[in-house]
């Protein structure tokens, strides 16, 4: 039977993507494993994995196609003797993917084995069969994760040799209706019509929104509208960590390092949730995640949005493996070469807009996170220091906190930590 080949969730937040790039064409033969695409998500562009092997039929999305749905069909593979006639031609989009808890919640055997008990075909990728052959396994008491229940290699090698036999045959209940939620409106305001006949007499350019801009609207007013922020401010004096920062940087220049004020940002913020554990957190529906490890994520600006790698387990490296760290990491999200893993989770964010000249602002927390610190600029200040008012750096920051997870006191221990690290550069080496 063709297979339909569908278009991947390559990241949790991904709705629909860009087929950047076909990498094989009709006619072709694939093996499990195989790159076939270069999907372009709202973050990043990612290759895309064959499950199954077979011969490429036929070509349902032409490259270079953008707002292609998740699960919707791309692509037909078909089996050895199959012919490209038998497959399907090109469909509208397919409803949006049931989560996969819903289908793990699932009966897992009983649909294929009551297909064998009534005589039907049970169907699996050539691969899959041979190895279920030579592990003497029944393919109708294995359910299939590929496409439409297919059996695939996974399946069958993770099945355990006549495990599969102590299975119960039970008639396959239909499956209920899922209805998924639709995202969060992108944002609030009068509607797309309105907007366009108010400025109907106005010269202007449309410009298209892409999935990363899409996203960042749909999350961040969603963040806004539904976690409780508040703020919290403290001026910083800089001083001590400017005349150590150029210390260090004399003494690390023959290896080639030059540590920024960010990357102290950075350890010092690990550090803090590391002295404020409770503060180690994130909002979890029901509940509350402490963390052990500063998981610390940095936004990087890129053309057309933003990315928040994160740097794990901050608090135990170097401020030179940090900055090495943190400079890799920009440079592949400007070139959009992140995994997912590598922008993904985090307890705590920081966002510094310092180098453009922006004395202080309050962020936008990116859930599940529980806090997000807005680093502005260094500038001189009169500051009075043993009774005598002298000139000094001072830089402003704003933790932008959900209080669901930390309140008032604990925000302010941490930011006071935080403050507290960096005015104290030498003690963070410790």
Avoid at 100 to 108: E, G
Avoid at 216 to 226: D, G, H, P
Wanted: hydrophobic content about 50%; overall charge negative; aromatic content about 4%.
């Amino acid at each position: 039977m063709a297979i339909e080949i569908l278009m991947p969730a390559l990241s949790p937040t991904m709705e629909e993507g860009t087929l950047a790039k076909w990498l094989v064409k009709e006619g072709d033969v694939v093996k499990s494993g195989q790159i076939l695409a270069e999907i372009e998500t709202d973050k990043a562009t990612m290759e895309f994995e064959a499950v199954d092997e077979g011969t490429i039929g036929r070509i349902l999305v032409a490259e270079g196609t953008s707002g292609v749905k998740v699960n919707t069909a791309i692509a037909v593979l078909l089996e050895e003797g199959e012919s490209a006639d038998a497959a399907p031609a090109a469909k509208a989009a397919v409803a949006a993917a049931v989560p996969v808890a819903a289908v793990a919640a699932a009966p897992a055997a009983a649909p294929v084995a009551a297909a064998k008990a009534a005589g039907a075909r049970v169907f699996a990728s050539p691969l899959a069969r041979r190895i279920a052959a030579e592990k003497g396994l029944d393919l109708a008491l294995v359910q299939g994760s590929g496409p439409h229940g297919r059996i695939v290699r996974a399946d069958v090698e993770a099945a355990e040799t006549g495990a599969a036999a102590s299975v119960v045959a039970v008639a396959a209940a239909p499956v209920a209706e899922v209805k998924v939620a639709s995202a969060p409106a992108m944002a609030a305001g009068p509607s797309t019509e309105t907007v366009l006949k108010t400025y109907a007499d106005r010269p202007f350019t449309e410009v298209k929104l892409d999935g990363m801009r899409k996203t960042i609207a749909a999350r961040l007013t969603e963040a806004k509208q539904t976690v409780p922020h508040f703020y919290l401010r403290r001026d910083i004096e800089l001083d001590a960590l400017m005349a150590f920062r150029a210390e260090l940087n004399a003494k690390l220049e023959a290896r080639g390092v030059k540590l920024s004020v960010n990357d102290f940002v950075i350890k010092a913020c690990a550090l803090a949730l590391q002295q404020v554990p409770a503060a180690n957190a994130v909002w979890a529906g029901d509940r509350v995640l402490q963390f052990k490890k500063s998981d610390v994520a940095v936004a990087v600006a890129i053309e057309g949005g933003l990315f928040t790698p994160v740097l794990r387990d901050a608090e135990s490296k170097s401020l030179s493996a940090l900055s090495a760290e943190m400079k890799d990491l920009a440079k592949r999200a400007r070139d959009r070469k992140l995994a997912p893993a590598e922008y993904q989770g985090g307890s705590f964010a920081i966002s510094n807009l310092g180098m453009f000249g922006i004395d202080n602002f309050d962020a936008i927390i990116n859930p599940p996170h529980a806090a997000i610190l807005a680093v502005g600029a260094g500038v001189a200040k009169a500051i009075v220091k043993n009774g005598a008012v002298v000139v000094g750096t001072v830089m402003s920051v704003t933790l932008s906190v959900d209080h669901r997870v930390i309140d008032g006191a604990l925000g302010a221990l941490l930011v006071n930590a935080i403050k507290d690290n960096l005015e104290n550069p030498l003690a963070m080496l410790a």
